[in-house]
């Protein structure tokens, strides 16, 4: 029979695992009596956890939440889990950056050396970008196998599935440098050795090889901030910070139904039914088209080259509509 602490732990770890459990079955796995259980149940209570009774056929015991957060206890995933959850919302922007730096201190403290060596490993870099698109699943042995690499500046061989197929491409090296998050997805910043350049690569796509290479003396991301970096490539920016392609229109739209959709614009008020949009984009056609999907009058500013795109897409708009009629 486990000692009195190790047998509170578990029942403790127990009644966090399922909402309701029947007093018997918490008996039979602790392998004591239903006596002992209650003995515990109330040893439990004075320690702050809320536990209730319930009865019935198969009365028993259910964990409430409380008006104060007892101690926890998490499995290794579930505390590894909660440490990355943590990194990543230091970086957020949300407000809690200096709450999320003490927890995940408390947490790091009390884990034992094996998981502590884990999240050591696993730094990671998250770059806030609103998204409604699904987020793929990273296998979470993937995730730590690159951590470990970035952290332990090692040369990194791995093969890379490319959409929409797997192809017999031979594995790549890189000297991997971040771990970042961006649009709800995981990628991997590293120096290419083959190509010498910079990539970014989906992290779920990913399948590391081993063992690890050799050692390298990490350089400096361009520009210096990884953040900054990575939203530049995905803007397929030239490293100026900003969208290489930004116009100014008027919408017949008010002003704050405009800003519930702009992301990343500036949106200014004229009139009650009307207001100024200044946006960014890849191209000067996706500019157009992101702005055509407001249902309003549209007044281009500038520049002439926005004026061009939304001449091109309402020829090709004209002739996609001619050719169903046919």
């Not at 009644?15 to 918490?26: F, M, N, T, V």
């Not at 696993?122 to 196998?145: H, N």
Request: aromatic share 6%.
């Amino acid at each position: 029979m486990q000692k009195t602490s190790a047998r509170l732990l578990s029942l403790l770890s127990l009644l966090q695992a399922r909402r309701d459990w029947p007093g018997e079955l918490l008996a039979e796995r602790l392998d004591v009596s239903p006596r002992t259980v209650r003995r515990d149940v109330d040893r439990l209570r004075e320690l702050g956890y809320p536990i209730v009774a319930f009865k019935g056929p198969d009365g028993g015991y259910r964990l409430e939440a409380g008006t104060e957060l007892p101690p926890l206890l998490f499995d290794d995933d579930q505390a590894v889990a909660l440490a990355v959850a943590l990194q990543i919302a230091i970086t957020t922007g949300a407000g809690i950056e200096e709450a999320a730096a003490r927890a995940l201190t408390t947490v790091r403290q009390v884990m034992p050396a094996r998981l502590r060596r884990r999240i050591d490993t696993l730094q990671v870099t998250a770059i806030e970008r609103p998204t409604s698109r699904p987020a793929p699943q990273v296998d979470s042995t993937v995730l730590m196998a690159l951590g470990a690499a970035v952290h332990a500046r090692e040369v990194l061989r791995f093969d890379y599935t490319s959409a929409p197929a797997p192809g017999a491409a031979p594995p790549r090296r890189v000297q991997p440098h971040h771990l970042v998050t961006w649009g709800g997805r995981w990628y991997l910043v590293a120096w290419d050795l083959d190509r010498e350049d910079w990539r970014t690569f989906r992290a779920d796509r990913i399948t590391p090889r081993t063992p690890t290479g050799p050692r390298f003396t990490p350089r400096d991301v361009p520009g210096g901030d990884v953040a900054a970096f990575v939203a530049d490539r995905f803007r397929g920016s030239d490293g100026s910070g900003d969208w290489p392609c930004r116009g100014e229109v008027i919408l017949g739209l008010p002003a704050a139904e405009v800003s519930r959709h702009t992301i990343d614009g500036v949106v200014e008020e004229l009139t009650p039914n009307r207001c100024r949009l200044v946006l960014g984009s890849w191209s000067w056609p996706a500019l157009a088209a992101t702005i055509g999907r407001f249902d309003a009058d549209i007044e281009v500013v500038g520049p002439a080259e926005l004026q061009d795109a939304f001449a091109r897409l309402a020829r090709r708009y004209a002739d996609a509509a001619s050719a169903t009629t046919r």
